[in-house]
């Protein structure tokens, strides 16, 4: 009975005592030096010497006229020769190939004529630009005579979440690398509230200020998971909202640099979309907002090819969600051309899996330049048949049709048209291929009528002969 009756007493002694029981269960006052001294000292030792500093400079000529290097007034406004200065600007690269590559943004390097790379032990190089892309903000460069140098390792930034530790290095404000601390506070960030307006960027806390452009932004495995390109600011400096690209992304450019790519190629899509929200999904008696709906297909799109059409839902790729019409274009370009991808959809409220062949836009690196040599205002056109990779290049309507100017010199350079421009109609004859406008620009009429397209308006002009 007293064994019995001590048990008891201990039981209820034990439930009784919910203070003393929390406490048990609270977690452990650090109580050794290793857990006191909690740092991020062992990654920030073991990365920053992948993150270089980067300066770099460039000669632009400085315009005398508000006119000088307009196409038409430039000729009633000549006012000398344009001086020329050379414009710096200071950013920051990381290393992701013992060889010499090095990553950094195309805002920092892209158009430079000079590019000195000094490295966090102060050794220096000169570098070059292989491979940069303007719409990406992504350049590559190749450190003359380096070899063995310490390249960061890369992650995979499709498995960041919210929430995430990440440090930012850097250079800001060019007082030296410094490093900042932060989380992942939000993916596949895109819009017209972060400069550039486009990609699918990674969103962090860390601070990145004027000179970040182009650093690292690491987890705490030491791993690369994006580079550091903009920032949200009023001030110019930080307000806690910065911007990375996703590193698989930067994957994909340092395989193509290795390559011996010299322009970025990536899958073309050959579709306009939308994305949806509620009304859209009610519309499309979706349960819910997700995904982005196909409004245009091209022809030759690898959309159309795989069986999908206008009003059909992509809801993922690869088993990743699509989130947005740039996160779509994103996904596409981390993947290399002749790949499968899996991609899932929705038609008519019912869920469809498909195979997507990734390809280059029809007539990448085939264009067929055509010189209007005949006299006349159009002598000295250079112009092309308009194909989807040209219609990506200079980022015209999905379903665009007629010629596009490529250049001009001699008496065609005074007519006030621009490289881009697609030619439509001239003396009433459609212009569907070049041919066509060489035939007329054989003919000798007394005045010439142009119609032309530009930036999505259509115009027209009329020229004496």
Same mark, same amino acid.
């Given at each position: 009975?007293?064994?019995?009756a001590?048990?008891v007493?201990?039981?209820?002694?034990?439930?009784?005592?919910?203070?003393?029981?929390a406490?048990?269960?609270?977690?452990?006052?650090?109580?050794?030096?290793?857990?006191?001294?909690?740092s991020?000292?062992?990654?920030?030792?073991?990365?920053?010497?992948?993150?270089?500093n980067?300066?770099?400079?460039?000669?632009?000529?400085?315009?005398?006229s508000?006119?000088?290097g307009?196409?038409?007034f430039?000729?009633?406004?000549q006012?000398?020769?344009?001086?020329?200065?050379?414009?710096?600007s200071?950013?920051?690269?990381?290393?992701v190939?013992?060889?010499?590559?090095v990553?950094?943004?195309?805002?920092?390097?892209?158009?430079a004529?000079?590019?000195?790379?000094?490295?966090?032990?102060r050794?220096e190089y000169?570098?070059?630009?292989?491979?940069?892309?303007?719409?990406?903000d992504i350049?590559?460069?190749?450190?003359?005579g380096a070899a063995d140098?310490?390249?960061?390792?890369?992650?995979d930034s499709?498995?960041?979440?919210?929430?995430?530790?990440?440090?930012?290095?850097?250079?800001?404000?060019g007082?030296g690398q410094?490093?900042?601390?932060?989380?992942?506070?939000?993916?596949?960030?895109?819009?017209s509230a972060?400069?550039?307006?486009?990609?699918?960027y990674?969103?962090?806390?860390?601070?990145i200020?004027?000179?970040?452009s182009g650093?690292?932004?690491?987890?705490?495995?030491?791993?690369?998971?994006?580079?550091?390109?903009?920032?949200?600011?009023r001030?110019?400096?930080?307000?806690?909202?910065?911007f990375?690209?996703?590193?698989?992304?930067?994957?994909?450019?340092?395989?193509?640099?290795?390559?011996?790519?010299?322009?970025?190629?990536?899958?073309?899509?050959?579709?306009?979309?939308?994305?949806?929200?509620?009304?859209?999904?009610?519309?499309?008696g979706l349960?819910?907002?997700e995904?982005?709906?196909?409004?245009e297909?091209?022809?030759?799109? %690898?959309? +159309?090819?795989? #069986? =999908?059409?206008? *009003? @059909?839902v992509? !809801?993922t790729?690869?088993?990743?969600?699509?989130?947005?019409?740039?996160d779509?274009?994103?996904?596409?370009?981390?993947?290399?051309?002749?790949?499968?991808?899996r991609?899932?959809?929705m038609?008519?409220?019912?869920?469809?899996?498909?195979?997507?062949?990734?390809?280059a836009?029809?007539?990448t690196?085939?264009?067929?330049?055509?010189?209007?040599?005949?006299?006349?205002?159009?002598l000295?056109?250079?112009?092309?048949?308009?194909t989807?990779a040209l219609?990506?290049?200079?980022d015209?309507?999905?379903?665009?049709?007629?010629v596009?100017l490529?250049?001009?010199?001699g %008496?065609? +350079?005074?007519? #006030? =048209?621009l490289? *881009? @421009?697609v030619? !439509?109609?001239v003396?009433g004859?459609?212009?569907?291929?070049?041919?066509?406008?060489s035939?007329?620009?054989?003919?000798?009429?007394?005045?010439?009528r142009?119609?032309?397209?530009r930036?999505?308006?259509?115009?027209?002009?009329?020229i004496?002969?």
């Amino acid at each position: 009975m007293k064994r019995s009756a001590l048990l008891v007493a201990l039981f209820v002694l034990s439930v009784s005592n919910p203070v003393q029981n929390a406490l048990a269960d609270a977690p452990k006052i650090p109580e050794t030096r290793a857990e006191i001294q909690l740092s991020f000292a062992p990654v920030v030792k073991e990365t920053s010497p992948s993150v270089v500093n980067i300066y770099a400079s460039r000669v632009v000529q400085d315009r005398l006229s508000p006119f000088a290097g307009d196409p038409f007034f430039s000729q009633f406004f000549q006012n000398g020769p344009a001086r020329q200065r050379v414009q710096r600007s200071l950013g920051s690269g990381v290393i992701v190939s013992k060889e010499g590559l090095v990553v950094s943004n195309y805002h920092v390097v892209g158009e430079a004529s000079d590019i000195r790379v000094v490295l966090n032990d102060r050794r220096e190089y000169e570098g070059t630009v292989v491979l940069a892309d303007k719409d990406a903000d992504i350049a590559v460069l190749r450190l003359n005579g380096a070899a063995d140098l310490p390249a960061l390792p890369l992650a995979d930034s499709d498995a960041l979440e919210v929430g995430d530790l990440v440090l930012a290095i850097g250079n800001p404000f060019g007082i030296g690398q410094t490093v900042s601390s932060g989380i992942v506070s939000g993916l596949a960030r895109s819009g017209s509230a972060i400069p550039g307006g486009a990609g699918s960027y990674i969103q962090t806390d860390a601070a990145i200020n004027p000179g970040n452009s182009g650093g690292a932004l690491v987890d705490m495995a030491g791993r690369l998971v994006g580079i550091n390109t903009s920032i949200l600011s009023r001030s110019g400096g930080s307000n806690g909202i910065g911007f990375a690209i996703p590193v698989n992304l930067v994957r994909e450019f340092t395989r193509q640099a290795k390559a011996g790519q010299t322009t970025f190629i990536h899958p073309w899509s050959g579709v306009t979309t939308q994305a949806v929200d509620e009304a859209v999904a009610e519309a499309l008696g979706l349960p819910r907002p997700e995904g982005v709906v196909l409004s245009e297909l091209h022809p030759q799109s %690898p959309f +159309a090819k795989a #069986g =999908l059409s206008a *009003g @059909d839902v992509v !809801l993922t790729l690869d088993g990743l969600p699509v989130l947005s019409p740039s996160d779509l274009e994103y996904r596409l370009s981390i993947s290399p051309i002749g790949q499968t991808v899996r991609l899932g959809a929705m038609r008519h409220g019912e869920a469809i899996t498909l195979d997507l062949d990734l390809i280059a836009a029809p007539g990448t690196g085939d264009t067929q330049d055509l010189t209007i040599s005949s006299s006349g205002p159009l002598l000295g056109l250079v112009v092309a048949n308009l194909t989807p990779a040209l219609i990506d290049q200079y980022d015209l309507p999905l379903m665009s049709k007629g010629v596009i100017l490529m250049s001009l010199s001699g %008496p065609a +350079a005074r007519l #006030g =048209l621009l490289p *881009g @421009d697609v030619l !439509l109609d001239v003396n009433g004859v459609t212009l569907n291929d070049v041919e066509a406008l060489s035939a007329v620009a054989n003919t000798r009429p007394g005045m010439w009528r142009v119609t032309f397209a530009r930036a999505g308006q259509v115009l027209r002009m009329q020229i004496r002969g």
